[in-house]
C-alpha cells in the first residue's frame, strides 16, 4: 500500500489474561498489534505516521478473526496465522520483517542471523532497530530472535512478554 494513499484503519481492544493490546487493521490486512496495555495514543502515533490519509474506525467485527487467531496462538492452539497482514515500514524494515516470518515456530534466531538472511551481515544494529519498529507483534515474530550470547535482548512489548511468548512456543533458551 502507498503511504500516501487514504485508507480506513479499523482497530479493536484485544483483551487477554494480563495483557490488553489496541489491535488495528486496513483493508488488505492487519497492520499493527500494539505493545501490552499501552495507551491508545501509541496506536494513533503509529498510523499518523505510516498510514497519514487515514479515517480511524473502532470496528471489532472487522477485526474478530486476527483477535481469534491471536487468542488461539495465545492458548496454545495454533502456530501459524492465516490472514493478511499489511505491513507499513522502509524497504530495509520490510526486508528485516519478512526474514522473521520465516522463522519456524518455537525455533529462535540471532540478529546476526537476520543480517545474514537479508544480506546485509555488518548492518546488525539496522537490523535490530528495524525489529524493534516491527509494527505487527506476534503475527511478524520478533520474539524469536535473541542475542548471539542467549540472552533475550529488547522487545517492544517488554522482555516479560517476550519471555511468555517463547514459553508458549517452548523454545525459552534463557
Partial sequence: ??????????WTLLKHSQW??????TT???CYIGSPNAPFEELVTWVKKWIPSYTLSEEASILQPYTMELVDYL???RKDFSLPIDLHGTPFQQSV???????PYGQTVSYSDIAKRIEKPTAIRAVGTAIGANPVLIIV??????AKTGKLGGF????EMKEELLRVENSIVI
Fill in 1 to 10: 500500500m502507498e503511504k500516501n494513499r487514504e485508507a480506513n484503519v479499523y
Fill in 20 to 25: 490488553n493490546m489496541y489491535i488495528a487493521a
Fill in 28 to 30: 488488505e490486512g492487519l
Fill in 75 to 77: 492458548k496454545e492452539l
Fill in 97 to 103: 520483517w519478512k526474514a522473521l516470518q520465516e522463522i
Fill in 141 to 146: 515474530p520478533c520474539h524469536r530472535v535473541i
Fill in 156 to 159: 517492544r512489548a517488554g522482555l
